[in-house]
């Protein structure tokens, strides 16, 4: 079983809908978890953390963590072209070092 | 503020070759990571400073591989005798968490892309 598992997609959804991505971890003592976006030829940009679990917002993004269920998400609400990208989700079993997913590609179809 | 940076932005070299890769942290961050990231895939952990010392080296591949951080900002992973699977781009991180802290977003430099002939 993979520490960090993620759908790689494509997952494609029109625009102005709401994009759903999900990932789901192994280590039940990680206490950090972090959505990063990276265009294609750039670097991870971090996006969102979240710590505690329930849903936090931050414009049109929330993420949602059940760390029962060993699960985080991302919503995009509003979804636009300029949101394709590859969506990383990152854990942190161990104190300071991120673990990855492989991504999610996100393609946002006008 | 200046994000994280790095230098070269690409480096292509021959088998065997050694090199340099280079991390500007952003000022502050006593914080500061390399990951090594293959086409299709997540960002892989290599290495974890925490001020001057290597707090975290697990993820260095072997001993061709080696990493300093003298003064606590710049840092330089080292490539010695090159092979083709090394191939990859080398993201740096900083972060502004202190050792052992849960709270620990990390930002990204812009990569090096290393080619190995």
Same mark, same amino acid.
């Given at each position: 079983?993979?520490?960090?598992? &993620?759908? %790689? $997609?494509?997952?494609?959804?029109?625009?102005?809908? +709401?994009? @759903?991505?999900?990932?789901?971890?192994?280590? !039940?003592?990680?206490?950090?978890?972090?959505?990063?976006? &990276?265009? %294609? $030829?750039?670097?991870?940009?971090?996006?969102?953390? +979240?710590? @505690?679990?329930?849903?936090?917002?931050?414009? !049109?993004?929330?993420?949602?963590?059940?760390?029962?269920? &060993?699960?985080?998400?991302?919503?995009?609400?509003?979804?636009?072209?300029?949101? @394709?990208?590859?969506?990383?989700?990152?854990?942190?079993?161990?104190?300071?070092?991120?673990?990855?997913?492989?991504?999610?590609?996100?393609?946002?179809?006008? | 503020?200046?994000?994280?940076?790095?230098?070269?932005?690409?480096?292509?070299?021959?088998?065997?070759?050694?090199?340099?890769?280079?991390?500007?942290?952003?000022?502050?961050?006593?914080?500061?990571?390399?990951?090594?990231?293959?086409?299709?895939?997540?960002?892989?952990?290599?290495?974890?400073?925490?001020?001057?010392?290597?707090?975290?080296?697990?993820?260095?591949?072997?001993?061709?591989?080696?990493?300093?951080?003298?003064?606590?900002?710049?840092?330089?992973?080292?490539?010695?005798?090159?092979?083709?699977?090394?191939?990859?781009?080398?993201?740096?991180?900083?972060?502004?968490?202190?050792?052992?802290?849960?709270?620990?977003?990390?930002?990204?430099?812009?990569?090096?892309?290393?080619?190995?002939?």
């Amino acid at each position: 079983q993979k520490e960090v598992e &993620q759908n %790689s $997609g494509p997952l494609s959804v029109p625009e102005g809908a +709401i994009a @759903s991505l999900n990932c789901t971890y192994s280590d !039940r003592g990680s206490q950090s978890f972090f959505w990063y976006r &990276q265009y %294609s $030829g750039k670097s991870p940009e971090l996006i969102m953390s +979240i710590y @505690s679990n329930g849903d936090k917002e931050d414009g !049109r993004f929330t993420a949602q963590l059940n760390k029962a269920s &060993q699960y985080v998400s991302l919503l995009i609400r509003d979804s636009q072209p300029s949101d @394709s990208a590859t969506y990383l989700c990152a854990v942190n079993p161990l104190r300071n070092k991120l673990t990855f997913g492989t991504g999610t590609q996100l393609k946002v179809e006008l | 503020g200046a994000g994280v940076s790095q230098t070269p932005s690409n480096k292509v070299t021959e088998k065997g070759k050694y090199v340099e890769l280079r991390c500007d942290p952003i000022s502050g961050h006593t914080a500061l990571y390399w990951y090594r990231q293959s086409l299709g895939q997540g960002p892989e952990f290599l290495i974890y400073f925490q001020g001057t010392g290597a707090a975290d080296d697990s993820g260095l591949p072997n001993d061709r591989f080696f990493a300093v951080r003298p003064e606590g900002s710049v840092s330089t992973l080292k490539i010695q005798r090159t092979e083709r699977g090394d191939s990859a781009v080398y993201l740096c991180a900083s972060s502004s968490a202190g050792k052992g802290s849960s709270y620990n977003e990390q930002f990204f430099g812009p990569g090096t892309r290393l080619t190995v002939l």
